[in-house]
């Protein structure tokens, strides 16, 4: 597991740089797709970029992309690959966007790199040894919070069907994982928002490795610092949590024993 997050730290880091440096120039060159989202030349030269990275370290692996085609592999492994998350703060300006980098494995999601170029902080996990943040050079372990009450429990609320939670402290979200990774949030809700596998990909890795729980259906993400996962799937007024399917590709999936 520690080669593979190596490989992906160092692909993510060249990546970074090429986001940033795009960031900063004065030359945005953008279109949009047919579902109306952005995308820009330096989205496709990321995840191409990526691409040649691990079609040379990892050439029996499946990749898929944002923005290309799928290339199918031999391995069982397949990565995703999401060059620019949050290309409409890219676009606009803001400093929020990532670079991600995730690999699932036949025991579910294994590998999963997160860097935020411009904010100079880099999340990194893999199944069973933790997860990381680096800022520079500087290398943290990542742990969630210890918050064991529904009361003043700070939460980052996303999606156009953001619940009202009474005694929680509704908290800037534009970071969230980091926030819930570093302990600086207890909890994410997202609630009628249109999320792919890309933007989930790296979720269950980083939260569940610093400690957290995360559970994803067809209406809501929730992620949480695990103390209080089951006060806030009480108090959420949907989905039916054991009833509402939850995506194969996206469920948080046990350990391997």
Not at 225 to 235: D, I, P, S
């Amino acid at each position: 597991m520690w080669t593979d997050l190596d490989l992906a730290l160092r692909i993510v880091r060249e990546a970074a740089e090429l986001a940033a440096a795009a960031f900063a120039s004065d030359t945005l060159h953008v279109r949009h797709k047919e579902d109306g989202s952005a995308v820009t030349a330096i989205d496709l030269a990321i995840e191409d970029l990526v691409r040649r990275r691990l079609a040379a370290a990892v050439p029996d692996d499946g990749v898929a992309g944002e923005e290309r085609p799928e290339r199918y592999g031999t391995s069982g492994r397949r990565w995703l690959v999401d060059p620019i998350s949050g290309t409409a703060d890219f676009v606009r300006g803001r400093p929020t966007y990532s670079v991600d980098l995730a690999m699932r494995d036949s025991h579910g999601p294994a590998i999963a790199v997160s860097a935020l170029p411009s904010l100079g902080r880099t999340m990194a996990a893999g199944r069973g040894i933790g997860c990381r943040v680096f800022t520079g050079s500087h290398e943290a372990t990542a742990r969630v919070s210890t918050q064991d009450s529904l009361r003043g429990a700070r939460v980052c609320l996303h999606g156009k069907d953001k619940p009202v939670l009474e005694g929680c402290v509704v908290v800037d979200g534009s970071v969230s994982v980091l926030s819930l990774v570093t302990g600086e949030a207890d909890a994410i809700v997202v609630a009628g928002a249109e999320l792919d596998e890309f933007d989930l990909a790296c979720l269950p890795v980083l939260v569940e490795e610093a400690g957290g729980r995360v559970t994803i259906t067809d209406d809501v993400v929730l992620a949480t610092n695990g103390v209080l996962h089951y006060a806030f799937r009480a108090v959420l007024p949907r989905p039916t949590w054991e009833s509402n399917p939850v995506s194969t590709l996206l469920q948080s999936v046990p350990r391997p024993s």
